[in-house]
């Protein structure tokens, strides 16, 4: 069993930055696929980030290439979401999410956080 819990979230003005924190509870959490998702009102749930257990991969999506930064700390069973450059499309609650083993796929993740309210005034 894994537990996440995210904090770090709150309003921010445009071109400013914030800094997202995962927290997870376990012992294996190190062998975990961690991910950070969105999702903004009336919009699907989409994947931001992603690292592997070890942090030596990494994803981004598209928009937010370049202005985001996953890193995790497995000593301290934690994943970081840095954010910068962000504007008013970043809004929404963002979620940590995990899984067991090395899968890229965007699916498969079986532990998720409560979510963090992100909000970006133009």
């Known amino acids: 069993q894994v537990q996440l819990v995210e904090s770090g979230g709150g309003l921010v003005q445009a071109g400013g930055s914030l800094r997202l924190s995962c927290a997870a509870s376990g012992r294996t959490f190190s062998i975990y696929t961690v991910a950070w998702f969105r999702q903004a ?4 749930r989409d994947i931001v980030a992603r690292i592997s ?28 979401l840095q954010m910068s450059s962000l504007n008013p499309d970043d809004t929404a609650v963002y979620y940590c999410a995990a899984k067991p083993g090395a899968s890229t796929v965007v699916t498969g993740y079986i532990y998720w956080g409560q979510g963090t309210q992100v909000t970006v005034s133009s």
């Open 41 to 44: 009102p009336g919009k699907e």
């Open 53 to 80: 257990w070890n942090g030596g991969s990494t994803y981004y999506a598209d928009s937010v290439k370049g202005r985001f930064t996953i890193s995790r700390d497995n000593a301290k069973n934690t994943v970081a």
